[in-house]
Each structure stands twice: as C-alpha cells, then as structure tokens.
C-alpha cells in the first residue's frame, strides 16, 4: 500500500482526514506527539522497513485504506491495516502519550467510523472472491473454518451484502460469527 500511495502525486484527502490534518495543524500538543511518535521508532533496519516517515505520509496511508478492504493473508494484521500503519510508532514513548490524548482518540474513532461505513457498503465486496487473496479462496476458507457458518456457497459473494453485513435470515449473532470469520479468523468454539 505504501509503495501505491507515493508513486502517486498528492492524494485527495477524504473529509475526515482534512480534519484530522486542521487538528494537527491547530493543536501543538497532538502535532507534538505525533511527530514525536514517528521520530521515536529506533532506526535499525528491522523497524526501518515499514516505518513511517512523516505525519503526512501516515495521513496519506490511513486515507487509502479508509476505501480499502483487507484482503486474505497469513500475516497477524490482515484485518488490521491501520494498526499495520502506525504499529512501530504508537509502541514508542511519544505514542504511549498519543493514543491515551483524547483528541487524538476522537479522530481515530471516527476514522474508524468512515471504514466502518465504506466495509458495511457493497464496494467492498470486491474482496469476497476465490482469488489467491479473496476470502473466498480455498486458503481463507480452511484459514476461517467458514463451512461453521451460516453462508450461501452458490452466492457470487456468499450471500454477503458487504464483508461485514449478511444478507441473509441469519440473525445478529450469527452475522457476528460470519464478520468474524472473515475478518478474524478464530477458532468457532470463540465466536459461538
């Protein structure tokens, strides 16, 4: 995603990442700690390698995947991508402070609110398909046990109306179970 992001010319931003940037702009403490936090993370190759630069690139990141879906991996952050982003940064002293600042918080809230949004609609669904890294490959399917859910396996898309919403009779639990299938892969005796 990195890599996607700076080989294009400045991204448009999404409107709650303009707030988030007039926030940093406007407020010297939270502008402090996150420039702090990106500053902090040691500069040994190992944690070099995905760090982030800039609070601008970090904005830029977190815009992208405000319209992204995580697609299947193996990795321990594939439902994750915006802990994948500031991981290194927020384990540092600076980001200790960050993420316990409440404006902060607020603004990462409702980041997480717009992804929440743009996972619950159907332009997500473009990650529900038997590709080498569709949820619906033969890997996600034995990776997320989803023959324990409730699914239609005829369904272009599983009979999912979006990655996180069932379409089908299935009551809330088991819409539940089924995000969490997806997205968290877990043992089902943790989703029941």
């Known amino acids: 995603m990195k890599s996607k992001v700076e080989a294009r010319e400045?991204?448009?931003l999404h409107p709650v990442m303009l707030e988030f940037q007039?926030?940093?702009?406007?407020?010297?403490?939270v502008r402090l700690y996150l420039n702090q936090m990106?500053?902090?993370?040691?500069?040994?190759k190992k944690y070099r390698q995905h760090h982030l630069e800039?609070?601008?690139?970090?904005?830029?990141?977190?815009?992208?995947?405000?319209?992204?879906?995580?697609d299947y991996d193996t990795t321990a952050l594939v439902?994750?991508?915006?802990?994948?982003?500031?991981?290194?940064?927020?384990?540092?002293p600076a980001g200790f402070a960050a993420f316990r600042n409440d404006a902060i918080n607020a603004m990462f809230k409702k980041i997480l609110d717009v992804w929440g949004e743009f996972l619950s609609g159907p332009d997500s669904l473009y990650v529900l398909n038997d590709g080498p890294t569709g949820w619906k490959s033969?890997?996600?399917?034995?990776?997320?046990?989803?023959?324990?859910?409730?699914?239609?396996?005829e369904d272009e898309y599983?009979?999912?109306?979006s990655p996180t919403?069932?379409?089908?009779?299935?009551?809330?639990?088991?819409?539940?179970?089924?995000?969490?299938?997806?997205?968290?892969p877990l043992p089902p005796t943790l989703c029941r």
């Open 10 to 12: 400045a991204p448009e």
């Open 22 to 29: 007039e926030l940093i702009a406007t407020d010297p403490v």
């Open 38 to 44: 990106i500053a902090e993370v040691p500069k040994r």
């Open 54 to 70: 800039s609070v601008d690139q970090m904005l830029a990141l977190i815009n992208e995947v405000l319209t992204h879906a995580p």
């Open 79 to 92: 439902g994750a991508p915006l802990s994948a982003i500031i991981d290194w940064a927020m384990g540092t």
């Open 138 to 153: 033969p890997a996600a399917a034995k990776a997320t046990e989803i023959d324990q859910y409730e699914y239609d396996p």
């Open 158 to 161: 599983w009979g999912f109306k």
């Open 165 to 184: 919403a069932h379409a089908g009779p299935a009551d809330l639990a088991n819409a539940h179970r089924a995000l969490l299938a997806l997205l968290m």
